[in-house]
C-alpha cells in the first residue's frame, strides 16, 4: 500500500539553526499538505502544496513539492523555541479522499 | 467561531467492551474525517463521512463503524476493545472537496486495560 515516509525521524537544533525535513512517498501525490503538532497538542494545518515544482513560504517557512509530486520539504530558517513540535507531511493520491501522514519529524530547539 | 469539538477527552475502558467517541465539526463544515494516532507515530486514516456516508476508508477491522448526523457531526464506535486499540482518536472537518485543509479537534485519549 501507499506509504509516506520522513526524514530524520529526530532532529535538536540550537537556536538560530536552519533545520529541513523531507516527505517521501511511495506514490505520485495529487497534492501534499504539512501539519505542526505541538507536544500534547493536536495536528495544525500549516500549508497545501498542489503543483509540481511548487514553492511556497510563510515567513521563516519554505515548502516545496518535488517535480515527480513524489516529495516534499520543509526548511524553517533560523530556528526559534516556538518551533519546538513534530512536523507531518499528508499526501493524498488522485481518486482517493484519504491523507496518508507520515512518520514524522520531532525538532527539538535549544536555546 | 466554534473550533472542532471532541468528547470526551479521556476515555478508560476494559478489554471487550465497546465505546463511542463524539465530534463536532468547525462552523461550516460538512465533511468529517476519523484518524488514529498512536504514541509516537502520525495519524492513521480510519474513515471519512460526507452527507451522512462513509465515502472512504481505511485499513481498519469492521470492529470501528462511524455515523454522520443530519447536522455534520459524528461517531466513531468501536466494539470488542483490544489493548492495541489505545490511542489518541482525532476528529478533523473540512469542506467536501479534498483540497481543503482538516482542522483537528484535541483528540480523545482511550486507554485499553
Known sequence: ?111 | DAGVTQSPTHLIKTRGQQVTLRCSPKSGHDTVSWYQQALGQGPQFIFQYYEEEERQRGNFPDRFSGHQFPNYSSELNVNALLLGDSALYLCASSLRNQFYEQYFGPGTRLTVT
Open chain 1, 1 to 111: 500500500g501507499q506509504q509516506v515516509m520522513q526524514i530524520p525521524q529526530y532532529q535538536h537544533v540550537q537556536e538560530g539553526e536552519d533545520f529541513t525535513t523531507y516527505c517521501n512517498s511511495s506514490t505520485t501525490l495529487s497534492n501534499i499538505q504539512w501539519y505542526k503538532q505541538r507536544p500534547g497538542g493536536h495536528p495544525v494545518f500549516l500549508i497545501q502544496l498542489v503543483k509540481s515544482g511548487e514553492v511556497k513560504k510563510q515567513k521563516r517557512l519554505t515548502f516545496q513539492f518535488g517535480e515527480a509530486k513524489k516529495n516534499s520539504s520543509l526548511h524553517i530558517t533560523a530556528t526559534q523555541t516556538t518551533d519546538v513540535g513534530t512536523y507531518f507531511c499528508a499526501g493524498r493520491t488522485s481518486g482517493t479522499y484519504k491523507y496518508i501522514f507520515g512518520t514524522g519529524t520531532r525538532l527539538k530547539v535549544l536555546a
